[in-house]
């Protein structure tokens, strides 16, 4: 987790300036780019918290118990929290009282990079060999990209980022449509909350210069590819991303030392 945190900071802090008009003087003295510390134990802390409110399915005490527990958390760290409310339609007819968490870190800037995570669990353990019907724990799937945005949030709240920072916790990402349905196929039936986000801008002409979507980043020896959507719309960031791993760190294992991974 140490590893991750450190290249989606480098990122951060590198990403955002503007390419010089003229080259470079190779004799200048370079710019020490400072990034702040990371806890993997307060990342791991803040994964159990999740958990011990149970599978945060739509709907549930857990999910609104851990909602509230997200919005208080990120309003002792951000500058600004804003709870973007919306009833939206699974694909089983069920409306799910959705909530996306939007915290930020100096609103009132024009340049900025949006970090994301989705907060929901999976109703049911559809990829499962038993229990299919079984709503999963969600360390992993949901969980473990979470704490590492609230242990960002902490530590930007200790030495604030340069740029404008938004951090977005989705929900109803993981209401999907299983591949065994007896309902009739619903086009993108993942990704409620993202959806009504994109549509409905927790701010008119909202845009960001960076984007970095965490999903499952606990995985024992977890390799995470180059995909195809963000090659196609982002190379140069991606490349850049890919860069900054190949400089930093050497890629072992994201899961938590000694710890269950999902």
Avoid at 102 to 126: G, Q, Y
Avoid at 136 to 160: C, H, P, T, W, Y
Wanted: glycine residues 6%.
């Amino acid at each position: 987790m140490k590893k991750i945190i450190l290249i989606l900071l480098s990122l951060l802090v590198q990403g955002c300036g503007n390419e010089p008009a003229v080259k470079k003087n190779t004799s200048a003295p370079k710019k020490v780019v400072e990034v702040p510390s990371f806890n993997s134990d307060s990342a791991y802390d803040f994964i159990a918290k999740q958990v011990a409110f149970g599978p945060r399915v739509p709907n549930s005490k857990a999910h609104q118990a851990c909602g509230e527990y997200l919005i208080n958390t990120l309003n002792r760290y951000c500058d600004t929290v804003i709870v973007q409310k919306a009833d939206l339609t699974a694909f089983n007819g069920n409306v799910l009282k959705s909530k996306n968490i939007i915290a930020s870190f100096k609103p009132e800037r024009a340049k900025r990079v949006m970090l994301c995570a989705h907060w929901d669990t999976r109703p049911f353990a559809d990829q499962a060999e038993t229990n299919k019907n079984t709503p999963i724990e969600g360390a992993n799937d949901g969980g473990s990209g979470v704490a590492v945005l609230l242990e960002m949030a902490r530590q930007f709240s200790i030495k604030k980022p340069d740029v404008g920072v938004d951090i977005i916790l989705f929900d109803s990402e993981d209401y999907g449509q299983p591949d065994e349905s007896e309902y009739p196929r619903m086009q993108h039936s993942y990704c409620l909350g993202s959806q009504y986000w994109a549509q409905n801008l927790h701010k008119p002409n909202y845009f960001a210069k960076y984007g970095i979507l965490l999903d499952m980043v606990g995985g024992k020896e977890a390799v995470f590819t180059q995909e195809l959507t963000s090659m196609t719309f982002a190379e140069k960031t991606v490349k850049k991303f890919g860069i900054l791993l190949l400089h930093l760190v050497t890629v072992d294992s994201f899961c938590f030392k000694n710890q269950p991974c999902y």
